[in-house]
């Protein structure tokens, strides 16, 4: 019961050091970055355009000061592994504005096209599709889009997303709960096909949102965590129990230089 108490206790002191001396000495970073949402929305109010941005894309990004728009892009989507901007024209013929899915669609899937140049033809209809890939930007190229047949809108809308992001989750079926654990399978399963650099931020970004959490939902889980740890704990072995120990006393020793002899 002694070591059972040790570790319900080491629970206890992690998590009140992550949630009051953890959340204050992180507290400058976490000011210091929005979501990627709120920095497209001050972009686009700053500089009047449209912006789209893939909703798959979730990170927090330091606020952007640049004064030029096309810098400001770069330095926005520097920030997110694998992101690119593009300016995309559209067809006027269309009408209405293409809604932000169709603009993010047809983006990814001409910048993943893998021909140089296509045409498709449906001789029924008599018409055709046509794709050419990377072609050289003419001087006066937006100027003469409004002479081009069909005519398309001079005024680009920004379009930011990953080219070769996959869908990461699948259908969630079943109750709640096993919805909630097919969502934690997910999440694990996309942590492992990450470099170590982009887990290091999502795991950030997980703690910002836990920190940013419902209190009565975060206590919840708090003190269901320990109660479980404890539950775990008493079914591990006598040795098992020594290894864990020392784990926890070595890493208390590296993150505040404290600790004592081996455990016994």
Not at 87 to 113: C, H, W
Not at 179 to 191: C, E, S, T
Request: overall charge neutral; cysteine-free; charged content about 20%.
């Amino acid at each position: 019961m002694r070591s059972g108490t040790i570790v319900v206790g080491i629970l206890a002191v992690l998590i009140a050091y992550g949630q009051d001396s953890g959340a204050q000495r992180n507290a400058p970073q976490q000011e210091e970055r929005v979501p990627l949402t709120q920095a497209v929305q001050e972009l686009a109010k700053k500089f009047s355009v449209r912006i789209v941005a893939d909703p798959a894309l979730t990170a927090q990004v330091r606020p952007i000061s640049e004064e030029n728009l096309e810098k400001a892009l770069d330095a926005l989507v520097a920030q997110i592994p694998g992101a690119v901007w593009r300016k995309v024209y559209t067809n006027k013929v269309f009408g209405a504005e293409p809604k932000d899915e169709q603009l993010l669609s047809a983006t990814r899937a001409i910048l993943t096209m893998e021909l140089g140049g296509v045409i498709v033809v449906d001789p029924r209809a008599n018409t055709f599709h046509f794709y050419a890939g990377n072609y050289p930007v003419m001087p006066g190229f937006e100027q003469n889009l409004e002479q081009s047949q069909p005519v398309f809108n001079t005024t680009p809308v920004y379009v930011i997303l990953n080219p070769r992001a996959q869908p990461t989750t699948q259908a969630l079926r079943g109750t709640r709960q096993e919805q909630y654990a097919q969502l934690q399978k997910q999440m694990f399963d996309l942590l492992a096909k990450m470099s170590p650099e982009e887990r290091r931020m999502a795991i950030q970004q997980g703690f910002y949102a836990w920190m940013n959490a419902d209190p009565e939902l975060r206590n919840l889980m708090i003190f269901e965590g320990m109660r479980l740890s404890f539950e775990y704990w008493q079914s591990l072995s006598p040795e098992q129990q020594r290894q864990m120990m020392e784990m926890g006393r070595r890493w208390f020793e590296q993150q505040f230089g404290v600790g004592g002899g081996p455990i016994e």
